[in-house]
């Protein structure tokens, strides 16, 4: 197979952290696609609980049995993105009706800056339809159970994150 027809997929977002839900998207990306790039976008807006550094490792160290998949961070359009690579099409995760309203417009977006683009929305498997990076985040802050949320080094990543400090624990006299 030659480079230009390698059919190649970018899967954008933010994994601010991945979760099992993005996995199984993944998963099933690579069963459609010869490529997958997930590519963590650096949004300078908008401020994550993890780095764009700390998401890119951490998703190098759950996909990598994955042979064809790439991690990779990127800022810019998505559009322009993803014509760099070659790509045709972008992946985008679905848990819901409501998810989709948005994902449209911005397929329809990404379409019209590069005609050349098309989206493949995936559902997420249904134990995962709950399941989104914020209430992750959230659990996990409050010192909650996200192993069944994460991958395990996610999880321990999190659970890192936030334990205490002694200087948390510590009272003031």
Do not use: W
């Not at 300078?44 to 890119?56: D, I, S």
């Amino acid at each position: 197979m030659t480079a230009t027809s390698v059919r190649t997929a970018v899967y954008p977002g933010s994994f601010d952290p991945v979760t099992v839900g993005h996995i199984d998207v993944i998963d099933r990306a690579i069963e459609l696609f010869d490529r997958v790039v997930v590519a963590v976008l650096h949004n300078t807006t908008k401020k994550g609980l993890l780095t764009v550094e700390e998401r890119v490792t951490l998703l190098r160290e759950v996909l990598a049995d994955r042979p064809t998949v790439e991690v990779c961070s990127f800022q810019g359009l998505t559009a322009d993105f993803a014509a760099s690579l070659g790509a045709r099409t972008l992946i985008r995760g679905l848990r819901a009706v409501s998810d989709f309203d948005a994902e449209l417009r911005i397929a329809l977006m990404n379409r019209r800056l590069n005609p050349e683009l098309d989206t493949v929305f995936l559902m997420t498997r249904a134990e995962n339809l709950f399941l989104a990076s914020s209430t992750v985040k959230e659990v996990a802050s409050l010192g909650g159970d996200i192993t069944s949320f994460v991958p395990a080094s996610v999880a321990r990543h999190l659970a890192a994150r936030f334990r205490p400090t002694p200087s948390d624990t510590e009272s003031s006299l």
